[in-house]
């Protein structure tokens, strides 16, 4: 079964990493790509420029994002009724207690730091097929 993963980053090395890391493990993931909040809003409401997207199984969700920041997007999709139920891994370098405290406050399901390396990465594509 294919898994549906919305990674919402705006850095593109990042990116590459988990782009890689899926391809390594030939996880049975599509992942989708959008690199700002405004972006991200479009997307997850099924917008004018993603109308006809794939409603994502799992969401990556960077904090530090031009525009909308990631709890702005988190805020949003946990108000949205289509998409409260979506299992959303805040996905940071951030290693702030406060963004923490924060992710989870806003009902966050997971609060990963991002690996150094493409181990890490792979490690974090494993343990998505898992969710």
Not at 100 to 122: E, R, T
């Given at each position: 079964?294919?898994?549906?993963?919305?990674?919402?980053?705006?850095?593109?090395?990042?990116?590459?990493?988990?782009?890689k890391?899926?391809?390594?493990?030939?996880?049975?993931?599509?992942l989708?790509?959008?690199?700002?909040g405004?972006?991200?809003?479009?997307?997850?409401?099924?917008?004018?420029?993603?109308?006809?997207?794939?409603?994502?199984?799992v969401?990556l969700?960077?904090i530090?994002?031009?525009?909308?920041?990631?709890?702005?997007?988190?805020?949003?999709?946990?108000q949205?009724?289509?998409?409260?139920?979506?299992?959303?891994?805040?996905?940071?370098?951030?290693?702030?207690?406060v963004?923490?405290?924060?992710?989870?406050?806003?009902?966050?399901?997971?609060?990963?730091?991002?690996?150094?390396?493409?181990?890490?990465?792979i490690?974090?594509?494993?343990?998505?097929?898992?969710?």
């Amino acid at each position: 079964m294919q898994i549906e993963v919305l990674y919402i980053e705006d850095d593109p090395e990042d990116v590459l990493f988990t782009r890689k890391a899926i391809s390594e493990s030939r996880a049975p993931i599509n992942l989708s790509v959008v690199a700002d909040g405004d972006e991200a809003t479009d997307y997850l409401l099924a917008g004018e420029n993603h109308a006809d997207r794939t409603k994502p199984d799992v969401i990556l969700l960077d904090i530090n994002l031009p525009n909308r920041n990631g709890f702005e997007i988190l805020g949003l999709i946990r108000q949205e009724e289509d998409l409260r139920s979506i299992p959303v891994v805040v996905f940071t370098s951030s290693t702030s207690d406060v963004d923490k405290v924060k992710s989870y406050g806003l009902q966050a399901d997971y609060h990963v730091p991002k690996p150094i390396g493409l181990s890490g990465y792979i490690d974090i594509v494993n343990w998505i097929k898992e969710l």
